[in-house]
């Protein structure tokens, strides 16, 4: 095309635009008072309340059933936000997994209603638990997906053994940044190989900083207690306001026995 044809292409688009907003201006000047009051009082967007969970699967979390109760926890945690109320909150999850060589986004943060259905985690190889919170920091940073407008964050760590990559630096610019800053940060412990020094840095709930999972039901029990605490957010007339865990309220109508 030369730039003759080019700059007559650019009036002729020039035009049509102009043409198209006279007619978006005219029908709004035709359009019935009683539709523009209505648009006026219009039900307000529920503000997005963001849970990212960063789990571990390494190849240790396949030993003695751990890989399968932190299936079905994140799979009731899931069924349980989706039946919320949107009227204040719209809860989101996302899925960082870290096993193998390096972290992936195993689930987009997307409103938990929008869920059909979670693939089962598989447990295989080491556990980069530092490139987990790259992945955290950058998604928490991203102002398309975690709007000015969305309420305080939750994020979730779950690991079993030690991190086998370069994890401080990370774990202190996630920690640093300002949505995470400002998240409420919740570690569990799973077994006796867990490096509980490092999930403590992790937390800043000041009542529990590291929750302990001696058995697979206590995995179960543990998202349950996040279930509940960000569900009492999303409902309360304060979201943004940090609710802790409280696992023993997460007993009730648990079936421990069916794990």
């Not at 909150?89 to 987009?108: D, K, M, S």
């Not at 638990?129 to 790259?134: C, K, N, R, V, Y």
């Not at 400002?182 to 490096?195: E, N, P, Q, V, Y």
């Amino acid at each position: 095309m030369g730039f003759a044809s080019y700059d007559e292409d650019i009036q002729s688009r020039f035009f049509q635009a102009t043409r198209i907003r006279e007619k978006e201006h005219e029908a709004m000047k035709n359009e019935p008072a009683t539709a523009t009051k209505l648009k006026a009082f219009a039900a307000p967007q529920p503000r997005p309340l963001p849970i990212i969970v960063l789990a571990d699967t390494s190849g240790s979390m396949a030993e003695n059933g751990k890989i399968d109760a932190l299936n079905v926890a994140l799979g009731q945690m899931i069924k349980s936000f989706a039946q919320e109320s949107r009227l204040r909150a719209e809860i989101q999850v996302g899925l960082i997994t870290f096993g193998g060589r390096e972290a992936q986004q195993y689930l987009p943060l997307v409103a938990a209603q929008r869920i059909e259905g979670m693939q089962a985690l598989q447990a295989s190889g080491a556990t980069p638990m530092g490139s987990a919170f790259t992945l955290a920091r950058t998604l928490l940073e991203d102002k398309v997906l975690v709007p000015s407008r969305a309420y305080r964050p939750v994020v979730v760590l779950v690991s079993d053994g030690e991190p086998n990559d370069d994890w401080e630096a990370q774990l202190e610019a996630l920690k640093t940044c300002e949505r995470g800053s400002k998240a409420s940060r919740f570690a569990l412990a799973i077994g006796a190989d867990a490096d509980r020094d490092m999930l403590a840095r992790f937390a800043n709930d000041r009542e529990a900083p590291v929750f302990e999972a001696h058995e697979v039901r206590d995995i179960v029990r543990f998202f349950r207690a996040v279930t509940m605490s960000v569900v009492a957010r999303s409902s309360s007339a304060t979201p943004d306001q940090p609710v802790g865990l409280e696992l023993d309220a997460a007993l009730d109508d648990l079936d421990l026995d069916a794990l």
